[in-house]
């Protein structure tokens, strides 16, 4: 079985949530010459996108919607519409029945969310064209995206957990990196992006705490991290990362070559784990997210204690552990429930 790291080395022809990019749109310039011309639609969105640059827009946000934004450019170019003005109401509303019909190569649909997504940039694209005098109207203003339906999360549980931190084999070196960035994952649930980007100096040992930096919608924030998890950061702090970081390297977490993880090679060692385990729950760093927040609450902790350590803007986004975690409602059906009562 090839090493973790040989794994993340080989990309996979999708976008990074598991769509192919056949069918997502590739976000290809429909022609560079266009962005030079007044009034062009590639033109007003490379001037959005450099506004929000320059507005300090996180650099994975500026990039999803340059891709986003260059896929609907494309559409248009494809139907000669290539001037901003050009772009109407109905023009929108074939681009939205054009994402609901569009398959990849194995017949499969793009989700909800993302046909939301795309039709949201759009949006976002001519309200700040119409602000700047590009254009008179918003042409997707009153658009009615797609109703997205809210899942329940999957979630771990104990013995779950405990397979797949079992699974590295800690006597070698990769291994015992990895089971440093499980146990990570586990007590803190931070986000796949915030772990690979995290430094050796946001560890904070002896307070017992995780510095975030810039994590989702560019806020800092601190989280606790577990003594367990301490304990094996520091193994290989000591070990495998002194001797394959380069000097003055102060990523925390490093391939054996002493290179920076990228998020989906980082993304793909953790499934690599989850399937050694013999577990095939949707998800990999975010599945531990969800295992976290849920043994949370279920221990008592209090649901804005959670939105405070998972970095939520919302406390909506994080209401929805209220409903996984379960074992306090078996506990009030086993008490009061009338066949559960001894007779």
């Known amino acids: 079985m090839p090493g973790p790291d040989a794994a993340g ?9 598991g769509r192919n990019r056949a069918a997502a749109g590739g976000g290809r310039l429909p022609d560079p010459q266009l962005a030079q011309r007044p009034g062009s639609l590639v033109a007003v969105l490379v001037a959005w996108l450099q506004e929000l640059t320059v507005r300090h827009y996180s650099p994975s946000t500026v990039r999803a919607r340059q891709e986003m934004a260059l896929q609907f450019a494309e559409w248009c170019a494809e139907r000669d519409v290539l001037q901003a003005a050009q772009v109407t109401r109905p023009l929108v509303e074939r681009y939205q029945s054009h994402l609901f019909h569009l398959r990849d ?7 909800v969310t993302y046909q939301s997504q795309r039709l949201a940039c759009v949006q976002y694209l001519f309200r700040w064209a119409v602000r700047k005098g590009h254009v008179g109207a918003n042409p997707a203003a009153d658009i009615d995206r797609p109703r997205e339906v809210r899942r329940l999360p999957a979630w771990l549980n104990p013995e779950e957990v405990a397979a797949i931190l079992a699974a590295p084999d800690t006597q070698t070196p990769i291994g015992l990196r990895d089971r440093a ?15 690979v980007r995290l430094g050796i100096y946001d560890l904070e040992a002896t307070q017992g705490v995780l510095r975030i930096n810039q994590g989702k919608g560019g806020k800092d924030r601190v989280v606790p991290i577990g003594t367990r998890a301490l304990t094996w950061l520091q193994r290989y702090l000591d070990g495998p990362r002194a001797l394959w970081a380069p000097l003055g390297e102060q990523r925390l977490f490093l391939t054996d ?7 989906e090679p980082f993304g793909h060692l953790v499934r690599r784990y989850l399937t050694a385990a013999g577990i095939h729950k949707p998800g990999s760093c975010h ?25 939520h803007a919302k406390l909506d986004t994080t209401a929805v552990y209220t409903h996984v975690g379960i074992a306090h409602l078996k506990r009030a059906h086993a008490a009061h429930h009338p066949a559960e009562q001894p007779r």
């Open 287 to 311: 599945l531990f997210r969800h295992t976290m927040a849920t043994a949370l609450l279920e221990g008592g902790c209090d649901v804005r204690l959670i939105q405070a350590m998972l970095g």
């Open 257 to 263: 070559s002493g290179r920076p993880f990228q998020p």
């Open 105 to 111: 190569d194995n017949g499969k649909a793009l989700s």
């Open 181 to 195: 960035i499980l146990e990570l994952l586990y007590s803190t649930g931070i986000r796949r992006t915030e772990a």
């Open 9 to 17: 080395r080989k990309r996979r022809a999708t976008d990074g949530r």
